[in-house]
């Protein structure tokens, strides 16, 4: 007679751990980080080398052309008047545009820049040349409601005449009048690019009341420092 002894249980199954699925290196976040940095300093780098390879034109200063819109640098036509007696104001004048330029190369970070007064020979007319190599924002005139004031026109216009903006100072004139041409007169005229800023400032009313023609002398500069 044999005796039933119970079976002994099964061993139990222990689940073997599953590695977990390997996730791409892009889609990691160090490497995702890493790629950000890397990309951002080739970008920041790549032109930085590339003009630091090249030496690019920006901390380079315009050479100011010897003759602008008619007129000759200051220097000059201050010899024509008396070379002899004008030699202090020509160096007043030399320093004036020399810590001028400087002055506006500081303001944009060091880039080159240029400075220059012209005359014409009776010393009626000036304007001043300042071009430097960097972008610069739009000119702009304050507002002013002349028709609330009672004026024709508000004291500063902005004229734009192609790639070139001009401040008109309009000669103050009564609503439903118009203002005397021959006493308004344009401040100042402006272009820029991404490598370029030229303005003309004038330094007198006489021969200065067109903003075309102003405009047009710009144009000259430009064509002349741009190459």
């Known amino acids: 007679m044999t005796a039933d002894f119970p079976l002994e249980p099964p061993p139990q199954q222990v689940p073997v751990p599953q590695p977990e699925p ?49 007129l000759s640098r200051a220097e ?11 030699q202090s104001m020509i160096a007043r004048v030399e320093k004036a545009d020399r810590e001028t330029g400087a002055a506006v190369s500081a303001a944009y970070g060091g880039a080159g820049a ?20 960097a972008p610069s924002p739009e000119l702009f005139a304050p507002y002013q409601d002349a028709q609330a004031l009672g004026m024709a026109k508000p004291d500063t216009e902005l004229v734009r005449v192609g790639d070139v903006q001009c401040l008109l100072h309009n000669d103050p004139a009564a609503l439903g009048s118009t203002p005397d041409p021959d006493q308004s007169f344009v401040t100042s005229c402006q272009r820029s690019g991404p490598a370029l800023t030229v303005t003309i400032r004038t330094l007198s009313r006489e021969g200065n009341g067109d903003p075309r023609e102003l405009a047009g002398i710009v144009k000259e500069a430009w064509g002349t420092l741009s190459r």
């Open 22 to 70: 390997r996730r791409p290196l892009l889609a990691r976040p160090v490497a995702v980080g890493l790629i950000g940095v890397l990309a951002g300093a080739f970008l920041v780098g790549v032109p930085w080398l590339v003009l630091s390879l090249l030496g690019g034109p920006s901390g380079q200063a315009p050479a100011a052309p010897a003759n602008l819109g008619g």
């Open 114 to 133: 240029v400075v220059q007064e012209y005359r014409d020979d009776k010393f009626a007319r000036g304007f001043q040349l300042i071009a430097v190599r």
């Open 76 to 86: 000059e036509a201050i010899a024509k008047l008396d070379k002899v007696k004008g």
